[in-house]
Structures are given as C-alpha cells and as structure tokens.
C-alpha cells in the first residue's frame, strides 16, 4: 500500500490541490449568489435572456 501511494505521491497531491480549488470556487459562487451577487455584464443587447433578469 505505501509503496503504491509513494509511487503515485505527484498524482494525488496535483488531484487533491485541483479539487481544493474547485471547492472554493464553488463556494464562492454560493456565497456571491446569496449575497445578491451577479455575473451578469448588463448586456442584454445581446443575451438569450434579454428583459428577464432586468426591468425595463
């Protein structure tokens, strides 16, 4: 079992710093979209959505 996790030692830490960083970037999407956040760039020329994430 070591020797198969000394073997694999790059793998697991380079998948473990990326789920890492996916976890946050998630929660920071929770978190701003709770806080009435938005990433909407107030375009709405040109969005599929147009008038129905901002009054008119």
Same mark, same amino acid.
């Not at 960083?21 to 990433?39: A, C, E, F």
């Given at each position: 079992?070591? =020797?198969?996790?000394?073997?694999? !030692? #790059?793998? *697991?830490?380079?998948? =473990? *710093?990326?789920?890492? +960083? +996916?976890?946050? +970037? +998630? *929660?920071?999407?929770?978190?701003?979209?709770?806080? #009435?956040?938005?990433?909407? !760039? !107030?375009?709405? =020329?040109?969005? =599929?959505?147009? !008038?129905?994430?901002?009054?008119?």
């Amino acid at each position: 079992m070591f =020797a198969w996790l000394a073997a694999n !030692g #790059g793998t *697991i830490l380079v998948s =473990a *710093i990326l789920i890492a +960083v +996916v976890s946050l +970037v +998630v *929660i920071k999407m929770r978190k701003d979209k709770k806080q #009435g956040k938005s990433t909407c !760039g !107030g375009n709405c =020329a040109h969005c =599929a959505m147009c !008038g129905s994430c901002h009054s008119k």
